[in-house]
């Protein structure tokens, strides 16, 4: 993303790529045991992502990167054969929510309501630009009743915010799990707003069309298309300096590489301690940075000859299973504390139900996902992965019971898995790095290196241990680009003419 927008305003760039294959969590591949069946192994759901400034800007749909929003977009299934649906129209997931709780539903379109002008006066606004100091932040939202709103409710964590305002013990597992779980922790103070910012968004989930991969390769063409240059198998060994300023990379074979800037992509531990010998102070405070305690992912992949047949539904996008009430979260936090393993609750999806070019013709892939701890107390990943995988498909059984004849093959990873594939994921956390603690915002990463530049002349930062933080968003590289370029007294950074 950086790397695009900096060819596009002149600049000559050289992205430095220590795995044979670009792209990070936007990853799809085929299993050798079963060629042309594509899995997407870290990435899958997005959230609005043809909605963003950079996918338009760089005209991305045109470079391949195209995307599904699945009317049913949501389905969290019960052992009684109830679902409670989250629609692309909201009016049908509020009807959705009534067969619950009549008062869920309408408090669901009151926070609705109330959080469509938050979203579009500020919260939208704030994640595509450099965060604004705190103080100034409160002192600016002070001033509106948007904005007094949205600091009452950010005051809260999102399990505050829903056990204040849901009754029914399903709506409140739903909307923890849809509306948080999956972005923060659910204990969080700061992030009650969470919940109801996500209920005013029009934008549900997407899948990309080919595979998550298609997007690290409309963002590539697009590199490579303003004269961008991208090296794979290539591993940086130390960031060079010479009178405090970064003014190069010595690479693992020993070339050096000079260049007015570099930008990196990598977590706090890897850029200022393996990379850089910079300040003991900097190194400290980068060795201090925390990660996620419930971000690690277990992902179980499926190879099938017909796709998962759910009794009671037809064609549901995401669905969640094993969930039946919202005290399952103290349950799962408590496992994740423990070094254990909790019953399961995980979620996934049949990408080829809506593109059937993931998988050879009448073949199917499906997956599903679950939380869980990246340390074991008892035992390793490597020994209990498979067991572990085969009590999730003797769960998903139950649930759509084709899958016992219906499944070819099937492969597991570990949030172990995870960390040797993706090592910027510490501790196998898919968010790279904790809200907690101070780490969000201004301070993102952590104090003195938020605004994505770094107290080292010529080194800025732009990854997902950055503001807005992680997932699949191309908004920390997006916001790096508007830093970096007013830096360099650019400002060609909107579409080119």
Same mark, same amino acid.
């Not at 790529?17 to 670009?22: D, G, K, N, T, V």
């Given at each position: ?15 430095? *790529? ?15 045991? %079963?060629? #042309?069946?594509? /899995?997407?192994? /870290? ?29 049913? @977009?949501? $389905? ?6 109830? $679902?409670? =649906?989250? %629609? !692309? ?32 006066? +500020? ?9 604004? &100091? ?58 009650? &707003?969470? +919940? ?11 899948? =990309? ?12 063409? $697009? ?61 400290? @405070? ?35 299973? #094993? ?12 496992? &994740?504390?423990?070094?254990? +393993? ?22 199917? !892939? ?21 067991? /572990?995988?085969?009590?999730?498909? *003797?769960?998903? !059984? ?8 219906? !499944? ?28 907690? @603690? ?32 992680? @997932? +699949? ?23 080119? /003419?």
């Amino acid at each position: 993303m950086l790397q695009a927008y900096l060819g596009r305003a002149g600049l000559k760039t050289l992205c430095l *790529e220590r795995s044979r294959a670009i792209g990070g969590g936007l990853a799809t591949i085929e299993h050798p045991r %079963w060629p #042309g069946y594509r /899995h997407n192994i /870290h990435s899958f759901f997005h959230r609005a992502l043809d909605q963003m400034p950079w996918y338009r800007e760089l005209e991305l749909e045109r470079r391949g990167a195209s995307y599904l929003e699945p009317e049913l @977009n949501v $389905a969290l299934l019960l052992k009684s054969g109830d $679902a409670l =649906c989250w %629609w !692309t129209d909201f009016e049908r997931t509020v009807e959705s929510f009534a067969q619950f709780s009549a008062r869920d539903a309408a408090t669901l379109t009151r926070w609705r309501e109330a959080f469509v002008p938050i979203l579009e006066k +500020i919260l939208g606004p704030e994640s595509r630009r450099p965060p604004q &100091h705190p103080d100034e932040r409160r002192a600016a939202l002070e001033k509106t009743a948007e904005g007094r709103l949205l600091l009452e409710t950010s005051a809260l964590s999102p399990l505050e915010f829903v056990e204040r305002e849901f009754t029914h013990p399903v709506a409140k597992a739903g909307l923890l799990f849809f509306n948080g779980l999956r972005e923060v922790d659910l204990r969080l103070r700061g992030f009650g &707003h969470h +919940i109801p910012a996500l209920l005013a968004s029009p934008a549900k989930a997407q899948m =990309c069309v080919g595979g998550a991969a298609r997007l690290t390769d409309a963002l590539a063409q $697009a590199v490579r298309g303003s004269g961008g240059e991208i090296r794979t198998s290539c591993e940086p060994k130390r960031m060079v300096l010479e009178r405090g300023r970064v003014v190069g990379v010595e690479t693992t074979e020993g070339e050096l590489i000079r260049s007015r800037f570099l930008a990196s992509s990598l977590n706090p531990q890897q850029t200022f301690v393996d990379l850089l010998d910079g300040p003991s102070e900097l190194q400290e @405070n980068a060795r201090k940075f925390e990660y996620n305690l419930l971000a690690p992912l277990f992902a179980l992949n499926l190879v099938l000859k017909a796709p998962p047949r759910y009794r009671t539904l037809e064609k549901p996008f995401m669905v969640i299973l #094993g969930l039946e009430r919202y005290e399952q979260f103290n349950d799962i936090v408590r496992h &994740h504390e423990e070094g254990r +393993i909790p019953p399961t609750v995980m979620w996934g999806a049949c990408p080829t139900l809506f593109d059937a070019t993931q998988a050879p013709a009448g073949g199917h !892939t499906a997956f599903m996902w679950e939380k869980l701890p990246y340390r074991l107390r008892s035992g390793d990943w490597d020994s209990v992965r498979d067991a /572990h995988a085969g009590e999730m498909l *003797e769960l998903w !059984t139950q649930y759509a019971p084709n899958l016992a004849d219906d !499944t070819v093959g099937w492969f597991a990873r570990s949030p172990l898995d995870t960390e040797r594939e993706l090592p910027n994921m510490r501790g196998g956390d898919l968010l790279v790095g904790s809200f907690a @603690n101070g780490q969000v915002g201004y301070d993102r990463p952590f104090r003195g290196a938020g605004q994505y530049r770094t107290p080292i002349e010529g080194l800025y930062l732009c990854g997902s241990s950055c503001h807005p933080g992680g @997932n +699949i968003t191309g908004l920390p590289g997006y916001n790096a680009a508007q830093v970096l370029l007013a830096d360099l007294g650019l400002s060609q950074f909107g579409p080119r /003419h």
